[in-house]
């Protein structure tokens, strides 16, 4: 800090120094003054011995009259000195006798007026004009000299001065500087701090804000959700619980439930088991979801699902086990209500069964014995017969023939719907299944001037499955692609792969737009252009054959393209390992 009394003795050294500068100068003044009045005295007196010595020298040609030696002498005398600016000599009747002139007089010159007198006469008058320009240089040198020690006289005790300065005054002062920089520097970097604080102050209350916003948006979300939520500490003692919860459990508030423990709204055998097994499963794998019935504190019991899991701290230690509860007193009403309703549909199905099962036979055993009588008399074992006979014969006959395979189709459909229809994998040959296919459906293909090729790859041979719907699959996909083509070929491909035996039926008839073959495996389903409704079927084949082929382990399916033909896929494994 500084004190008085470095600020007195500050005051007194800068008067000092003033009054030791103002000395300087004066004393520097006086001196230049002085030296000036010595030099001029001395330069005065030479000056005059030199004029009077000029005058003896001259003395003697004065008296013999012999003026042009004076005046040689003297201009000589005068261009030999070059302090010389101007001489002039006149005698006493005003003759010049000698003058001379190097330049202008200067303010910085004297003049001196010399009588020369022989034994007390007067002879002449002799005039010089002397420069004292020297005398300044000298003046001007000592100036300078005097400014340099006085210079440094003050640069000395300045220096002195400032040190003693320093330490009385300047030093502190600058400590103060210093002292109140570090305190303006600490002052900003609190500032700086405080605005930093009170920026993250302020954001932490806005998001203080916005978290609450979000926690009552989440409390009116799980109050109104439906679900129970519910949280307890490790030891089982309830935290939170929301208003669902609270309703389940029959507590009037969700605060009568916290810091009670959760076990006895479970029934005594649910406590047990969730202490031995399902908190300990929370403990180790972080969850458990089961069905659990919770008792209310008037007795009522509620089916629920009850989602246990941990919440961790930070250092994923167990904090909280929390539960989410589903009441599902509904569904299991609407489960009782769909086993009733499954029940009841299979027993509507048992009866459906008995009742195609019957009518199976009743319908079976009269058309075998139409189509049997007619075969026979169309032999004409009884008799011949015109044309017209043999082709109403005809007519029945076919007609029999498309009643029993709609009697069949519907008894295989009802009984894959059923679950009822079983396969039977043996060792069959794929090769003659295909062969006994074509040569079956090969008449229609004649009657409709069509060629069915074949083209079975040579290690096509030994299939263990169920050889009959397999065959049942490939006289359906032949009479398909038979009717639904009316000229080109059908051909059918069979070639093994990767385990698998794969089967292709390729038509060149109407084909299908890509909305059909969406729809064409479904039962019941058929094309919709106008050749199709030209073609008999109850729209089952292919539903029965996709559904075969799926029973025997195998997939089936179509590309078609309409007005160029269409191709049926199958592929089945070559060893039907289903058991």
Not at 117 to 140: P, Q
Request: aromatic share 8%; hydrophobic share 40%; net charge negative.
């Amino acid at each position: 800090m500084i004190t008085q009394g470095s600020i007195k003795y500050t005051r007194a050294i800068l008067s000092f120094t003033g009054a030791l500068i103002i000395f300087l100068i004066v004393m520097d003044v006086h001196v230049v003054s002085r030296q000036r009045k010595i030099l001029l005295d001395e330069e005065y007196k030479k000056a005059q011995s030199e004029v009077e010595l000029a005058g003896t020298f001259v003395s003697e040609p004065l008296l013999r009259h012999e003026f042009g030696i004076v005046e040689d002498f003297l201009i000589l005398w005068s261009k030999k000195r070059e302090d010389i600016l101007e001489l002039k000599a006149v005698t006493p009747n005003n003759m010049l006798l000698a003058e001379y002139k190097r330049s202008i007089p200067s303010k910085q010159s004297f003049q001196i007026e010399h009588r020369v007198e022989h034994e007390g006469s007067y002879l002449m008058s002799l005039y010089i004009v002397k420069d004292l320009t020297f005398i300044e240089k000298t003046l001007t040198k000592l100036k300078w000299q005097l400014v340099v020690y006085s210079v440094f006289l003050v640069f000395v005790l300045g220096t002195a001065i400032w040190f003693i300065l320093k330490s009385l005054a300047i030093r502190p002062l600058e400590e103060e500087i210093y002292k109140r920089k570090l305190a303006e520097t600490a002052i900003q970097q609190a500032h700086d701090k405080l605005k930093i604080v009170n920026e993250q102050l302020q954001q932490e209350v806005a998001e203080r804000k916005k978290v609450e916003g979000q926690l009552l948006v989440f409390r009116r979300f799980v109050d109104a959700s439906g679900q129970g939520f519910g949280i307890a500490n490790i030891e089982g003692i309830i935290i939170y619980a929301n208003l669902t919860l609270c309703l389940m459990t029959g507590e009037k508030n969700p605060e009568d439930t916290y810091g009670k423990p959760f076990f006895p709204y479970f029934p005594r055998e649910v406590q047990v088991r969730m202490q031995n097994e399902i908190i300990p499963a929370v403990m180790k794998e972080g969850q458990w979801v089961g069905e659990l019935p919770i008792i209310a504190a008037d007795g009522k019991s509620t089916p629920t699902i009850e989602n246990f899991f941990i919440i961790n701290d930070e250092g994923d230690n167990p904090l909280y086990i929390a539960t989410v509860i589903t009441d599902i007193t509904e569904l299991k009403r609407t489960e009782q209500e769909l086993e009733l309703a499954k029940e009841r549909a299979e027993e509507s199905d048992r009866i459906k069964s008995a009742f195609l099962a019957t009518m199976s036979h009743e319908l079976r055993t009269p058309l075998n014995s139409i189509i049997g009588f007619t075969s026979i008399i169309m032999q004409e074992l009884s008799g011949p017969l015109n044309e017209e006979q043999k082709e109403q014969l005809g007519m029945v006959q076919s007609s029999s023939y498309h009643l029993l395979n709609l009697i069949n189709d519907v008894l295989d459909i009802s009984k894959i719907e059923a679950g009822q229809l079983e396969v039977f994998a043996k060792p069959f040959d794929m090769r003659s299944s295909i062969e006994n296919a074509v040569q079956i459906v090969n008449p229609l293909a004649e009657k409709n001037g069509l060629p069915l090729i074949t083209d079975i790859s040579p290690d096509v041979g030994e299939v263990v499955n169920d050889g009959r719907r397999v065959e049942q699959v490939l006289i359906n996909l032949l009479n398909n692609a038979v009717k639904f083509t009316k000229t080109g070929e059908v051909r059918i491909e069979c070639h093994i792969s990767k385990g698998t035996v794969t089967t292709s039926v390729k038509d060149t008839g109407i084909g299908m737009q890509l909305k059909s073959i969406k729809e064409l495996f479904k039962p019941f389903k058929q094309l919709d252009s106008g050749l199709a409704r030209k073609v008999e079927g109850t729209g089952l084949g292919l539903s029965i054959c996709k559904k075969l082929i799926e029973l025997m382990g195998g997939e089936i399916g179509v590309e078609s393209q309409e007005g160029v033909g269409s191709t049926f896929t199958f592929t089945l494994p070559l060893k039907d390992t289903r058991g």
